[in-house]
């Protein structure tokens, strides 16, 4: 099967970065389906990976977003039959979907949106699980009133999580600020149901004065945990909540402002359940039902901005360089061989 993956850790303009490569089609085992996979989508985690940490010592296959039809089922499984469409993000621990077939345990697949196309439901699992899990598993809201009568603050709400993380609380009732530095995204961000937007190149604090909210209840830092830590503090309302996402590059202080007002920290890595193998990991195969089901029934909306096709070494590299860049939208998506 075609596959790309990498051999040598390498900047992305480095031709050999990525690499075209012809692979065997990976075995599955009980409790996993057999996809052949028809699209992807390119997340920062992807970027990481490639690019840190010791070479791998065999071809290494990245992705993790990906959409397609099941072409077998292991002895395990219940919910699945040869030809369902599905979507997932995948496992850490595995090859991933940069590849014609990908086996992946079916307690992290959902049937795919039956309103969307491989591309566009090729965007939404690892973004829809990450903004769930931290806003309604880590943090203590509930999905559907949970946000009712408070403010959530989201930094970087251009960006994929963000732009599940708005319109996920938007539907529980909170009233979102989002903040973005560019007309266009800007933009975005207010068409996802952010009822305000604030340029976080700016001091945060004026601006937030100014829309009459001296502290909000909660905030999701999903750029720059260390740069925004201080800020928040200060931010937060005494019992708020700040969900992270982003390995700080140093020691961070957690006590001060975090302390004296019971601040809660909580951190979310969409990895953990698969990782740990944890007894709840089928709850990320419920996750992206639920979100299936709010997107046919038009609560949600696909994220995709733009699709490259098809899928190879080359396109995969352009995709790495624009996440790379940090000024990308909504999600970037591949779709075909």
């Given at each position: 099967?075609?596959?790309?993956?990498?051999?040598?850790?390498?900047?992305?303009?480095?031709?050999?970065?990525?690499?075209?490569?012809?692979?065997?089609?990976?075995?599955?085992?009980?409790?996993?389906?057999?996809?052949?996979?028809?699209?992807?989508?390119?997340?920062?985690?992807?970027?990481?990976?490639?690019?840190h940490g010791p070479?791998?010592?065999?071809?290494?296959?990245?992705?993790?977003?990906?959409?397609?039809?099941?072409?077998?089922?292991?002895?395990?499984?219940?919910?699945?039959?040869?030809g369902d469409r599905?979507?997932?993000?995948?496992?850490?621990?595995?090859?991933?979907?940069?590849?014609?077939?990908?086996?992946?345990?079916?307690?992290?697949?959902?049937?795919?949106?039956?309103?969307?196309?491989?591309?566009?439901?090729?965007?939404?699992?690892?973004?829809?699980?990450?903004?769930?899990?931290?806003?309604?598993?880590?943090?203590?809201?509930?999905?559907?009133?949970?946000?009712?009568?408070?403010?959530?603050?989201?930094?970087?709400?251009?960006?994929?999580?963000?732009?599940?993380?708005?319109?996920?609380?938007?539907?529980?009732?909170?009233?979102?600020?989002?903040?973005?530095?560019?007309?266009?995204?800007?933009?975005?961000?207010?068409?996802?149901?952010?009822?305000?937007?604030?340029?976080?190149?700016?001091p945060l604090l004026?601006?937030?004065?100014?829309?009459?909210?001296?502290?909000?209840?909660?905030?999701?830092?999903?750029?720059?945990?260390?740069?925004?830590?201080?800020?928040?503090?200060?931010?937060?309302?005494?019992?708020?909540?700040?969900?992270?996402?982003?390995?700080?590059?140093?020691?961070?202080?957690?006590?001060?402002?975090?302390?004296?007002?019971?601040?809660?920290?909580?951190?979310?890595?969409?990895?953990?359940?698969?990782?740990?193998?944890?007894?709840?990991?089928?709850?990320?195969?419920?996750?992206?039902?639920?979100?299936?089901?709010?997107?046919?029934?038009?609560?949600?909306?696909?994220?995709?901005?733009?699709?490259?096709?098809?899928?190879?070494?080359?396109?995969?590299?352009?995709?790495?360089?624009?996440?790379?860049?940090?000024?990308?939208?909504?999600?970037?998506?591949?779709?075909?061989?």
């Open positions: 099967m075609k596959a790309v993956a990498f051999t040598h850790r390498l900047a992305i303009d480095v031709p050999g970065s990525l690499l075209d490569l012809e692979l065997p089609v990976p075995r599955h085992g009980g409790h996993d389906l057999l996809v052949q996979v028809e699209a992807v989508s390119v997340n920062p985690v992807d970027t990481k990976l490639r690019a070479p791998p010592t065999t071809p290494r296959v990245l992705g993790f977003d990906a959409a397609g039809t099941v072409l077998a089922v292991g002895g395990l499984v219940q919910d699945f039959a040869v599905v979507y997932y993000a995948g496992d850490a621990t595995r090859q991933g979907s940069n590849a014609q077939c990908q086996a992946v345990d079916a307690r992290l697949v959902a049937h795919a949106p039956r309103t969307l196309d491989a591309a566009q439901a090729a965007a939404l699992p690892l973004v829809s699980l990450t903004a769930w899990e931290l806003l309604f598993q880590r943090m203590p809201f509930d999905s559907e009133h949970g946000g009712e009568g408070r403010s959530l603050l989201v930094i970087a709400g251009a960006g994929g999580v963000g732009s599940m993380a708005i319109q996920l609380a938007r539907l529980a009732g909170f009233r979102v600020v989002a903040t973005a530095s560019r007309p266009q995204t800007a933009a975005w961000c207010r068409e996802l149901g952010a009822a305000e937007v604030i340029d976080h190149r700016h004026p601006q937030l004065a100014a829309l009459g909210l001296a502290q909000v209840d909660a905030a999701l830092n999903l750029a720059d945990t260390d740069r925004y830590w201080e800020v928040l503090g200060e931010a937060i309302a005494p019992q708020g909540h700040v969900g992270l996402i982003v390995e700080p590059r140093g020691p961070l202080p957690v006590g001060g402002a975090y302390k004296t007002k019971s601040i809660g920290i909580h951190w979310e890595s969409m990895f953990t359940r698969s990782g740990a193998g944890t007894a709840d990991l089928a709850e990320q195969g419920r996750i992206l039902a639920r979100v299936a089901a709010l997107v046919d029934a038009g609560q949600l909306r696909d994220i995709a901005r733009e699709t490259l096709s098809p899928i190879d070494a080359a396109r995969l590299r352009q995709a790495h360089a624009c996440i790379e860049s940090g000024r990308s939208i909504g999600k970037l998506v591949l779709a075909g061989w």
